[in-house]
C-alpha cells in the first residue's frame, strides 16, 4: 500500500467538481443562478458573465452550476463546456463550440429521417444538410477547420476519416455557393424547427492572451444571435478587458465587453469566517496526519489567533489552499524544529503579505547577528527597518494585524503600538528566550533559520554518526569516548555561526529517540548530569555573551528522560534521583529542576498540560527534596561559587527551596565585602542594545529583597565605597544600575 503523504490531507488545488466537496456555499449560489438561467427563456438568446478575481472559486462555481442546470435543464436543451485555455491545439474557439453543435444536430436530424433516408446517409457517408451548413458556417468564421479525424469521434454515422474527408471535401463545403449570412439563417431556422436549445459555458477567459480573448469574443459575435444560445462566461473583467484592448487595439476594453455581456453577475467573496476556517482546519488536520495525534490546547490557541489575526487578509479560496499547500510542503520535513502555529503565521503572511514576510527574514536575521555578538545594528539600518515595518503594518485592514504588538507576539524586540512609536531590536527577558527555545518558536535564536531554510540540517552529519553515538551511550566501556566525543563537537562547523554540537542537538528529536533503547538513553542522559556545566563553560569561553538558554539542551534531555520513563519508570526514576544526588553538574542540575518545576506548575507561570509533563508532582518533589539535601550537604557550598552563572543558580535556587531559603543562602555567602559584590555583579542581567552592543543592567526591584531590602543593598554599597575598598566592581555596580533605568 503505497504511503500516505502529508500533503495528501490537504485538498489539492483544483476546482470543486461535487456539491460534496463546496465549503465556501457556491453550491446555494449555483442553485439561484441556474433558475435565473432557465428563467431566461429557451426561445431567446443572452450573453452572461461571471464575473470575479483569480482564484475567487469562477470554475468551483460553474461547475456546480453545470450540475443544477444539468438537473433541471428542459428537454432537447444541451449543456456544452468550452475552455479555450485548456484546450489548447489548433483549433478555433469557434469549432470547438460549433462543431459539437453540429454533432447534436446531425443526431437529432438523423433521429428524424426514415429508415430508409438513415440507410441511405450511412451508404453514402453523409452528413445531414443542416450539421454540413453548420461545419461550413464553422469554416467560413474559423478560417479553417479541425483536423477530420477530431471531427469524426462526433459522428458516429461517418466511420472513418477518408468517409468524412469526402463529406467535407472542398468541393462540398464551398460548392453550395450560399453565403455566410444564409447560412446563419438556415441554421437558427433548423434549431428552432428541431426544438433544440443550447446552454454553452466559457471558462477561465482571463488566462487567454490576447489574441486567444480575442478569439473568444469572435465567438460569441459569430453565434450569439443563434436563437436558444445561452452564453455564460467565467472571468475576470479588469484582466479580460485589458486583453481585449490589447488585442482589438480599442481605447477602452471595458467598455467594449459591455458590448457583448448583455446580464453580469459578480461571484459575492466568500465570507472571511469561511476562509480563515478553512485554514484552520487545514492547519489542523495536518498537524494530526504528521504527528500522529491530536495537537493539544495551547497549539489550537496559538492557530487561532494566528489565523484570527492574520487571516483575515484571505481574500479567495485559492489563497487558501496555496497556503495550505506550502504549508503541508514544508512541515513535514521540519516538524522537529518549528512551532506550527508560527510557521502557518509565515504561510499566511507569505500568500497575502509578501513584503512583511521578506522584512521578518531580513530582520531575523540582523536580529541573530546582533544576539551572537558577531555585529551590530547602525541606527541607520534601525530606522530604515522600522520604516519598511511601518509600512508593511499600514497596509492590513484589520486594526489587530496592523497593531505592532499583534507582531510582538511572533517576531521578538518589537514594541510600540502605532507605526509613529515603533521600536526594533528591544531586550527579550531570559525566561522569555528559554520559552521560545523550548517550544521551538519563530523568535529562538536556535530554531528561526529552519523557518525560511525549509529543511533542517539532517545532511550535515550521517546517519551512521548518530548510530555511533548510541552505541557508545550505550556501554559503560565506551561512556568517556561519547563525553569526549560530543565536548570535542562544541567547535565551528565551518557552514554556519552554529557549532557541530548545536547540530547534533537539533537532530536529537522525538522520532530519533523514541526508537532508542533505556541503555542508550541512560548513558546520553548520564552525559549531560555530568558534563552540562562543562558544556557551559566552553561556550562561554567561546562568547562571554553566551547563554543557556540558547542551547536546547534541557529539552534534549526531556526526550531522553521520557522515552526511559516510558519503557522503565521505577527504572527511570531510580537512574534520575541517583544523577541528581550524584551528577557533577551541580548547578547544570539545579537550572534542569527549575524546568521541571515550571512544566508542572509548581514555580514559576508557564505550567505544560499535563500531558506534556515530564514527571508527575509526587516525582518531581522527590527529585527536589534529594537535590536540596544534596545542597545543604555540599561542600563546594559552603564558599561563593566560581567559574558559573551565578545568576542562574540564584533563581535556580529560589524556585527548589523557596524565597526564604535563598535569602539564608544569599545572607550566607555575602558576609565578606568581596563576596557581597561579586554576588551583586553576577545577578546583573544581559541587554543587547542594536546599535551599541551588549550591556549588563541591575534591576533593584528584582534582585533588592534577595538583600533584606534595596536600602540595605545601597548602604553597604556606599559604606565599602566610602571606605574605598573595592572601586572597579563599586563603578560597574553603579553603571549597572544607572543603565537599569534606561531600559
Given at each position: 500500500?503505497?504511503?500516505?503523504?502529508?500533503?495528501?490531507?490537504?485538498?489539492?488545488?483544483?476546482?470543486?467538481?461535487?456539491?460534496?466537496?463546496?465549503?465556501?456555499?457556491?453550491?446555494?449560489?449555483?442553485?439561484?443562478?441556474?433558475?435565473?438561467?432557465?428563467?431566461?427563456?429557451?426561445?431567446?438568446?443572452?450573453?452572461?458573465?461571471?464575473?470575479?478575481?483569480?482564484?475567487?472559486?469562477?470554475?468551483?462555481?460553474?461547475?456546480?452550476?453545470?450540475?443544477?442546470?444539468?438537473?433541471?435543464?428542459?428537454?432537447?436543451?444541451?449543456?456544452?463546456?468550452?475552455?479555450?485555455?485548456?484546450?489548447?491545439?489548433?483549433?478555433?474557439?469557434?469549432?470547438?463550440?460549433?462543431?459539437?453543435?453540429?454533432?447534436?444536430?446531425?443526431?437529432?436530424?438523423?433521429?428524424?429521417?426514415?429508415?430508409?433516408?438513415?440507410?441511405?446517409?450511412?451508404?453514402?457517408?453523409?452528413?445531414?444538410?443542416?450539421?454540413?451548413?453548420?461545419?461550413?458556417?464553422?469554416?467560413?468564421?474559423?478560417?479553417?477547420?479541425?483536423?477530420?479525424?477530431?471531427?469524426?469521434?462526433?459522428?458516429?454515422?461517418?466511420?472513418?476519416?477518408?468517409?468524412?474527408?469526402?463529406?467535407?471535401?472542398?468541393?462540398?463545403?464551398?460548392?453550395?455557393?450560399?453565403?455566410?449570412?444564409?447560412?446563419?439563417?438556415?441554421?437558427?431556422?433548423?434549431?428552432?424547427?428541431?426544438?433544440?436549445?443550447?446552454?454553452?459555458?466559457?471558462?477561465?477567459?482571463?488566462?487567454?492572451?490576447?489574441?486567444?480573448?480575442?478569439?473568444?469574443?469572435?465567438?460569441?459575435?459569430?453565434?450569439?444571435?443563434?436563437?436558444?444560445?445561452?452564453?455564460?462566461?467565467?472571468?475576470?473583467?479588469?484582466?479580460?478587458?485589458?486583453?481585449?484592448?490589447?488585442?482589438?487595439?480599442?481605447?477602452?476594453?471595458?467598455?467594449?465587453?459591455?458590448?457583448?455581456?448583455?446580464?453580469?453577475?459578480?461571484?459575492?467573496?466568500?465570507?472571511?469566517?469561511?476562509?480563515?476556517?478553512?485554514?484552520?482546519?487545514?492547519?489542523?488536520?495536518?498537524?494530526?496526519?504528521?504527528?500522529?495525534?491530536?495537537?493539544?490546547?495551547?497549539?489550537?490557541?496559538?492557530?487561532?489567533?494566528?489565523?484570527?489575526?492574520?487571516?483575515?487578509?484571505?481574500?479567495?479560496?485559492?489563497?487558501?489552499?496555496?497556503?495550505?499547500?506550502?504549508?503541508?510542503?514544508?512541515?513535514?520535513?521540519?516538524?522537529?524544529?518549528?512551532?506550527?502555529?508560527?510557521?502557518?503565521?509565515?504561510?499566511?503572511?507569505?500568500?497575502?503579505?509578501?513584503?512583511?514576510?521578506?522584512?521578518?527574514?531580513?530582520?531575523?536575521?540582523?536580529?541573530?547577528?546582533?544576539?551572537?555578538?558577531?555585529?551590530?545594528?547602525?541606527?541607520?539600518?534601525?530606522?530604515?527597518?522600522?520604516?519598511?515595518?511601518?509600512?508593511?503594518?499600514?497596509?492590513?485592514?484589520?486594526?489587530?494585524?496592523?497593531?505592532?504588538?499583534?507582531?510582538?507576539?511572533?517576531?521578538?524586540?518589537?514594541?510600540?503600538?502605532?507605526?509613529?512609536?515603533?521600536?526594533?531590536?528591544?531586550?527579550?527577558?531570559?525566561?522569555?528566550?528559554?520559552?521560545?527555545?523550548?517550544?521551538?518558536?519563530?523568535?529562538?535564536?536556535?530554531?528561526?533559520?529552519?523557518?525560511?531554510?525549509?529543511?533542517?540540517?539532517?545532511?550535515?552529519?550521517?546517519?551512521?554518526?548518530?548510530?555511533?553515538?548510541?552505541?557508545?551511550?550505550?556501554?559503560?566501556?565506551?561512556?568517556?569516548?561519547?563525553?569526549?566525543?560530543?565536548?570535542?563537537?562544541?567547535?565551528?562547523?565551518?557552514?554556519?555561526?552554529?557549532?557541530?554540537?548545536?547540530?547534533?542537538?537539533?537532530?536529537?528529536?522525538?522520532?530519533m529517540i523514541n526508537t532508542r533503547s533505556e541503555n542508550d538513553c541512560a548513558g546520553m542522559l548520564t552525559f549531560f548530569f555530568h558534563f552540562g556545566?562543562?558544556?557551559?563553560?566552553?561556550?562561554?569561553?567561546?562568547?562571554?555573551?553566551?547563554?543557556?538558554?540558547?542551547?536546547?539542551?534541557?529539552?534534549?534531555?526531556?526526550?531522553?528522560?521520557?522515552?526511559?520513563?516510558?519503557?522503565?519508570?521505577?527504572?527511570?526514576?531510580?537512574?534520575?534521583?541517583?544523577?541528581?544526588?550524584?551528577?557533577?553538574?551541580?548547578?547544570?542540575?539545579?537550572?534542569?529542576?527549575?524546568?521541571?518545576?515550571?512544566?508542572?506548575?509548581?514555580?514559576?507561570?508557564?505550567v505544560l498540560p499535563e500531558q506534556e509533563r515530564i514527571l508527575t508532582n509526587e516525582e518531581l518533589e522527590q527529585v527536589r527534596s534529594h537535590f536540596?539535601?544534596?545542597?545543604?550537604?555540599?561542600?563546594?557550598?559552603?564558599?561563593?561559587?566560581?567559574?558559573?552563572?551565578?545568576?542562574?543558580?540564584?533563581?535556580?535556587?529560589?524556585?527548589?527551596?523557596?524565597?526564604?531559603?535563598?535569602?539564608?543562602?544569599?545572607?550566607?555567602?555575602?558576609?565578606?565585602?568581596?563576596?557581597?559584590?561579586?554576588?551583586?555583579?553576577?545577578?546583573?542581567?544581559?541587554?543587547?542594545?542594536?546599535?551599541?552592543?551588549?550591556?549588563?543592567?541591575?534591576?533593584?526591584?528584582?534582585?533588592?529583597?534577595?538583600?533584606?531590602?534595596?536600602?540595605?543593598?545601597?548602604?553597604?554599597?556606599?559604606?565599602?565605597?566610602?571606605?574605598?575598598?573595592?572601586?572597579?566592581?563599586?563603578?560597574?555596580?553603579?553603571?549597572?544600575?544607572?543603565?537599569?533605568?534606561?531600559?
Amino acid at each position: 500500500m503505497k504511503e500516505k503523504h502529508p500533503t495528501d490531507t490537504v485538498m489539492p488545488d483544483r476546482p470543486v467538481s461535487h456539491p460534496d466537496e463546496d465549503r465556501y456555499g457556491f453550491r446555494h449560489v449555483a442553485q439561484q443562478l441556474a433558475r435565473s438561467v432557465m428563467g431566461v427563456g429557451r426561445e431567446g438568446c443572452a450573453v452572461i458573465g461571471i464575473e470575479g478575481s483569480w482564484g475567487s472559486g469562477k470554475t468551483s462555481l460553474l461547475n456546480l452550476l453545470r450540475n443544477e442546470l444539468e438537473e433541471e435543464r428542459e428537454d432537447n436543451t444541451f449543456v456544452l463546456s468550452i475552455s479555450p485555455w485548456l484546450d489548447g491545439g489548433n483549433n478555433s474557439t469557434v469549432e470547438s463550440l460549433l462543431i459539437p453543435v453540429a454533432a447534436i444536430i446531425a443526431r437529432e436530424e438523423e433521429r428524424r429521417l426514415s429508415p430508409i433516408q438513415r440507410r441511405s446517409l450511412k451508404k453514402k457517408k453523409q452528413l445531414t444538410e443542416t450539421a454540413g451548413n453548420v461545419l461550413r458556417y464553422t469554416q467560413a468564421t474559423a478560417r479553417h477547420l479541425a483536423p477530420a479525424a477530431e471531427i469524426a469521434a462526433l459522428f458516429p454515422g461517418i466511420p472513418n476519416t477518408n468517409g468524412l474527408l469526402k463529406a467535407l471535401s472542398e468541393a462540398d463545403l464551398k460548392g453550395r455557393g450560399k453565403t455566410t449570412a444564409e447560412l446563419r439563417t438556415e441554421i437558427a431556422e433548423k434549431i428552432v424547427a428541431l426544438d433544440l436549445s443550447f446552454i454553452v459555458l466559457l471558462d477561465d477567459l482571463d488566462r487567454l492572451e490576447p489574441a486567444q480573448a480575442i478569439e473568444v469574443i469572435r465567438l460569441v459575435k459569430s453565434v450569439a444571435d443563434f436563437p436558444r444560445f445561452r452564453y455564460l462566461m467565467c472571468y475576470d473583467r479588469a484582466v479580460l478587458a485589458q486583453a481585449i484592448q490589447n488585442g482589438l487595439g480599442v481605447a477602452d476594453g471595458d467598455l467594449y465587453l459591455q458590448k457583448i455581456v448583455q446580464i453580469s453577475f459578480s461571484l459575492p467573496r466568500p465570507e472571511a469566517f469561511d476562509l480563515r476556517r478553512e485554514f484552520h482546519a487545514g492547519a489542523v488536520s495536518l498537524y494530526q496526519s504528521v504527528n500522529g495525534t491530536e495537537p493539544d490546547q495551547s497549539i489550537i490557541s496559538d492557530l487561532s489567533l494566528v489565523t484570527d489575526t492574520y487571516g483575515a487578509s484571505l481574500k479567495t479560496p485559492r489563497e487558501v489552499q496555496l497556503a495550505l499547500s506550502g504549508l503541508a510542503f514544508r512541515y513535514s520535513g521540519i516538524r522537529d524544529y518549528v512551532y506550527l502555529p508560527d510557521l502557518c503565521f509565515l504561510q499566511l503572511i507569505h500568500i497575502t503579505h509578501n513584503a512583511l514576510y521578506n522584512w521578518i527574514e531580513e530582520y531575523l536575521t540582523e536580529r541573530a547577528v546582533v544576539e551572537s555578538g558577531d555585529g551590530s545594528v547602525s541606527e541607520e539600518e534601525k530606522r530604515t527597518l522600522t520604516e519598511e515595518l511601518g509600512a508593511c503594518l499600514a497596509r492590513f485592514k484589520s486594526s489587530q494585524a496592523k497593531s505592532a504588538t499583534s507582531l510582538r507576539r511572533l517576531i521578538p524586540g518589537i514594541s510600540g503600538y502605532n507605526v509613529e512609536n515603533l521600536s526594533l531590536f528591544g531586550q527579550i527577558p531570559d525566561e522569555e528566550k528559554a520559552e521560545m527555545t523550548t517550544k521551538r518558536r519563530l523568535g529562538s535564536g536556535a530554531y528561526w533559520r529552519y523557518y525560511f531554510a525549509f529543511s533542517s540540517p539532517q545532511n550535515v552529519l550521517p546517519p551512521d554518526y548518530f548510530n555511533h553515538l548510541f552505541d557508545m551511550a550505550s556501554s559503560a566501556e565506551t561512556y568517556s569516548a561519547l563525553a569526549e566525543e560530543l565536548l570535542s563537537r562544541i567547535n565551528s562547523n565551518g557552514i554556519s555561526s552554529r557549532t557541530w554540537f548545536e547540530h547534533i542537538l537539533s537532530q536529537l528529536t522525538w522520532p530519533m529517540i523514541n526508537t532508542r533503547s533505556e541503555n542508550d538513553c541512560a548513558g546520553m542522559l548520564t552525559f549531560f548530569f555530568h558534563f552540562g556545566d562543562e558544556i557551559i563553560a566552553r561556550y562561554r569561553q567561546r562568547n562571554r555573551w553566551f547563554s543557556p538558554h540558547d542551547l536546547d539542551i534541557k529539552r534534549v534531555v526531556d526526550r531522553f528522560l521520557k522515552q526511559m520513563l516510558d519503557a522503565n519508570r521505577d527504572k527511570a526514576i531510580e537512574l534520575l534521583l541517583s544523577l541528581t544526588v550524584k551528577g557533577e553538574s551541580l548547578f547544570w542540575i539545579a537550572d534542569y529542576i527549575r524546568h521541571l518545576l515550571w512544566q508542572n506548575g509548581l514555580a514559576g507561570n508557564r505550567v505544560l498540560p499535563e500531558q506534556e509533563r515530564i514527571l508527575t508532582n509526587e516525582e518531581l518533589e522527590q527529585v527536589r527534596s534529594h537535590f536540596y539535601k544534596r545542597i545543604n550537604g555540599d561542600k563546594r557550598m559552603s564558599q561563593l561559587p566560581v567559574g558559573i552563572s551565578l545568576r542562574s543558580f540564584v533563581w535556580a535556587w529560589r524556585d527548589i527551596a523557596g524565597e526564604e531559603a535563598l535569602k539564608a543562602w544569599i545572607t550566607q555567602h555575602s558576609a565578606s565585602d568581596e563576596d557581597f559584590l561579586t554576588l551583586v555583579l553576577s545577578l546583573r542581567n544581559h541587554i543587547i542594545s542594536s546599535s551599541h552592543g551588549h550591556y549588563l543592567v541591575l534591576d533593584l526591584s528584582d534582585v533588592g529583597y534577595m538583600f533584606g531590602g534595596d536600602e540595605l543593598l545601597l548602604n553597604k554599597l556606599e559604606r565599602i565605597e566610602a571606605e574605598g575598598k573595592f572601586p572597579a566592581q563599586i563603578e560597574e555596580i553603579r553603571d549597572a544600575i544607572e543603565l537599569s533605568k534606561s531600559f
